[in-house]
């Protein structure tokens, strides 16, 4: 494919952006080429700004579930465009995307929406501390929970594909109250509660980790540090950034049975548009200001734009339903691309959950950031510029989901299937 314009507007963009791009990611280093620059999308196409044409499997790194440039979710946006796009002042949309989340989800009575998942998560962390008066986190190593200075040691994502576990630019002092635990481990977390009795305000984790390629937790593990958690006086948050809403109506901790203490949401509740979101149970919530003595503050928070877009999604995923079908489209794609590789003798394993998975070219079950990064990050990158060339477009990191929308459909996977039959590594 023709990449002439990309490769132009690359060039101009790392003259006044850091590496060319706003997010490191999307620079395309650990796949060994260099960004497209998209100029529009429609359903599960992206079209690039040399005019090819791309089945697209990241979704804007999972939020487009229902396709791009839904007809419904943009005419929510214009609808509320043209009364204004920002005011700093309540909005009775606010409410009604609140209420919706606290409807889906059994352990929140109440949200407090911001502008994105990392700040949700940066305000969960601070409600959790502020409501047990302690000070240390227990995290899992590859789970990554934005760029929340505290929590950016032993990650994921990004960081995870540079192959530094943590960043540069954070002091000592800000990380001392992380404690890193193995993911799928809670033998380990009860290990950690031990050491530091009284001590842990929180353990926070993914429910089904999507930041070091897609890795589903274990029989009994959210169970037990639900158990853990309530044993020790801590609170358990689930970062369902990712999670929520993708897998089903509400998150993953509504198939896995267990309940959080706080719950962080982003993506899909924007339906396109930078949103995040925290709740909990209301003796908890009520700490935050105005109303408690725990701090938080936003400019754009409760956007209406993005609530109004946020609203129309949930509407459209209440109403279709669609998480049987997307399951269903996903695992048909999945055991093509086992057959697929099989046949061609490629070692490899591939992680699914509901519209979400990953292929990792490993030869070991992956099942937490030990065996996920002893996957072979250099045949990633072929595979995913043959993928490129081939008019696929996939996560330019070996350690993300892909992900699957409602317009998605057999002939796209079909496509995506002879374009694998094509590969050669």
Same mark, same amino acid.
């Given at each position: 494919?023709?990449?002439?314009?990309?490769?132009?507007?690359?060039?101009?963009?790392?003259?006044?952006?850091?590496?060319?791009?706003?997010?490191?990611?999307?620079?395309?280093?650990?796949?060994?080429?260099?960004?497209?620059?998209?100029?529009?999308?429609?359903?599960?196409?992206?079209?690039?700004?040399?005019?090819?044409?791309?089945?697209?499997?990241?979704?804007?790194?999972?939020?487009?579930?229902?396709?791009?440039?839904?007809?419904?979710?943009?005419?929510?946006?214009?609808?509320?465009?043209?009364?204004?796009?920002?005011?700093?002042?309540?909005?009775?949309?606010?409410?009604?995307?609140?209420?919706?989340?606290?409807?889906?989800?059994?352990?929140?009575?109440?949200?407090?929406?911001?502008?994105?998942?990392?700040?949700?998560?940066?305000?969960?962390?601070?409600?959790?501390?502020?409501?047990?008066?302690? $000070?240390? @986190?227990? #995290?899992?190593?590859?789970? &990554?929970? =934005?760029?929340?200075?505290?929590?950016? %040691?032993?990650?994921?994502? *990004?960081?995870?594909?540079?192959?530094?576990?943590?960043?540069?630019?954070?002091?000592?002092?800000?990380?001392?109250?992380?404690?890193?635990?193995?993911?799928?481990?809670? $033998?380990? @977390?009860? #290990?950690?509660?031990?050491? &530091?009795? =009284?001590?842990?305000?929180?353990?926070? %984790?993914?429910?089904?980790? *999507?930041?070091?390629?897609?890795?589903?937790?274990?029989?009994?593990?959210?169970?037990?540090?639900?158990?853990?958690?309530?044993?020790?006086?801590?609170?358990?948050?689930? $970062?369902? @950034?990712?999670?929520?809403?993708?897998?089903?109506? =509400?998150?993953?901790?509504?198939?896995?049975?267990?309940?959080?203490?706080?719950?962080?949401?982003?993506?899909?509740?924007?339906?396109?548009?930078?949103?995040?979101?925290?709740?909990?149970?209301?003796?908890?919530?009520?700490?935050?200001?105005?109303?408690?003595?725990?701090?938080?503050?936003?400019?754009?928070? =409760?956007?209406?734009?993005?609530?109004?877009?946020?609203?129309?999604?949930?509407?459209?995923?209440?109403?279709?339903?669609?998480?049987?079908?997307?399951?269903?489209?996903?695992?048909?794609?999945?055991?093509?691309?086992?057959?697929?590789?099989?046949?061609?003798?490629?070692?490899?394993?591939?992680?699914?959950?509901?519209?979400?998975?990953?292929?990792?070219?490993?030869?070991?079950?992956?099942?937490?950031?030990?065996?996920?990064?002893?996957?072979?990050?250099?045949?990633?990158?072929?595979?995913?510029?043959?993928?490129?060339?081939?008019?696929?477009?996939?996560?330019?990191?070996?350690?993300?989901?892909?992900?699957?929308?409602?317009?998605?459909?057999?002939?796209?996977?079909?496509?995506?299937?002879?374009?694998?039959?094509?590969?050669?590594?």
């Amino acid at each position: 494919m023709q990449n002439r314009k990309s490769a132009q507007l690359f060039k101009k963009a790392q003259k006044v952006i850091p590496g060319g791009v706003n997010s490191p990611v999307r620079a395309f280093k650990s796949v060994g080429a260099a960004p497209i620059f998209i100029q529009k999308a429609k359903g599960p196409w992206l079209y690039d700004e040399d005019a090819n044409r791309y089945i697209d499997y990241c979704g804007s790194w999972g939020p487009m579930i229902l396709g791009h440039a839904h007809k419904d979710v943009l005419a929510a946006v214009k609808k509320t465009m043209a009364n204004g796009t920002s005011y700093g002042i309540p909005t009775r949309l606010e409410t009604q995307l609140a209420e919706m989340i606290v409807a889906a989800f059994p352990s929140i009575d109440k949200v407090r929406l911001v502008s994105s998942g990392t700040e949700a998560v940066m305000t969960a962390i601070r409600l959790a501390r502020g409501a047990t008066a302690r $000070d240390k @986190v227990v #995290k899992f190593v590859g789970c &990554y929970h =934005g760029h929340v200075d505290s929590l950016l %040691v032993s990650a994921g994502s *990004g960081l995870m594909t540079l192959g530094t576990p943590s960043s540069r630019g954070i002091p000592k002092d800000f990380v001392k109250n992380t404690l890193p635990a193995p993911y799928n481990n809670a $033998d380990a @977390v009860e #290990k950690l509660f031990a050491k &530091y009795p =009284g001590q842990i305000a929180a353990v926070i %984790v993914e429910p089904v980790a *999507g930041n070091m390629g897609v890795v589903p937790p274990k029989p009994g593990f959210l169970k037990k540090l639900r158990t853990l958690c309530t044993k020790n006086r801590a609170l358990l948050i689930f $970062d369902e @950034v990712i999670s929520g809403f993708r897998l089903t109506y =509400g998150g993953a901790q509504t198939i896995y049975k267990t309940k959080a203490d706080l719950t962080t949401l982003g993506k899909i509740i924007g339906g396109g548009f930078p949103i995040g979101a925290v709740g909990g149970k209301a003796s908890i919530m009520n700490k935050l200001a105005p109303e408690g003595a725990v701090y938080q503050a936003g400019t754009l928070s =409760g956007n209406p734009v993005c609530v109004a877009a946020g609203i129309e999604t949930l509407r459209q995923l209440k109403t279709q339903n669609p998480y049987k079908k997307l399951a269903v489209l996903t695992e048909y794609l999945c055991d093509g691309m086992t057959e697929q590789l099989d046949r061609k003798g490629i070692g490899h394993k591939i992680n699914r959950i509901g519209s979400m998975f990953t292929l990792f070219f490993n030869d070991t079950e992956v099942t937490d950031y030990t065996t996920a990064a002893k996957s072979d990050t250099k045949q990633y990158a072929k595979y995913f510029r043959h993928m490129l060339n081939s008019g696929v477009y996939l996560p330019p990191s070996q350690f993300e989901a892909n992900f699957i929308s409602t317009t998605h459909k057999k002939t796209h996977i079909d496509q995506t299937l002879q374009a694998i039959e094509n590969l050669k590594l």
